[in-house]
């Protein structure tokens, strides 16, 4: 599975970014799909995650929003009420099915990321 994110940029605290990862390769609903982040000099955190269901982090929770068109091969971010504290690059990663996905070594493939800056 290839995996390429898209979106990403620079917004004012309180703005909104919608974050694109296009998959190819093998079948896509044969995963779950996540979002991950890494901000400087920290660890790549959970952001959400989703198969039948939707999972967040606490720190997105009513913020942010994932979603997947599979006739489209392509999960979404869609993130709000932007903070200073969501600078990071955002990963977009896959794993099989009824894994843990709010751990990163639970996923097998993983796209290049791109860089989300809030500015307050």
């Known amino acids: 599975v290839q995996l390429v994110e898209s979106g990403g940029g620079l917004v004012q605290a309180g703005g909104s970014l919608r974050l694109s990862c296009a998959a190819s390769?093998?079948?896509?609903?044969?995963?779950?799909m996540g979002w991950f982040r890494q901000a400087p000099g920290k660890e790549r955190e959970f952001v959400a995650a989703?198969?039948?269901?939707?999972y967040y982090a606490d720190s997105v929770k009513g913020r942010f929003t994932i979603s997947r068109d599979n006739a489209k091969n392509t999960v979404y971010l869609q993130m709000n009420n932007l903070k200073p504290e969501d600078t990071a690059v955002y990963y977009c990663?896959?794993?099989?099915?009824?894994?843990?996905?709010?751990?990163?070594?639970?996923?097998?493939?993983w796209g290049q990321g791109t860089q989300v800056t809030v500015s307050s």
């Open positions: 390769g093998r079948t896509f609903t044969s995963y779950a």
């Open positions: 990663a896959a794993a099989n099915l009824f894994s843990v996905y709010q751990r990163k070594d639970e996923y097998n493939y």
């Open positions: 989703i198969d039948w269901s939707t």
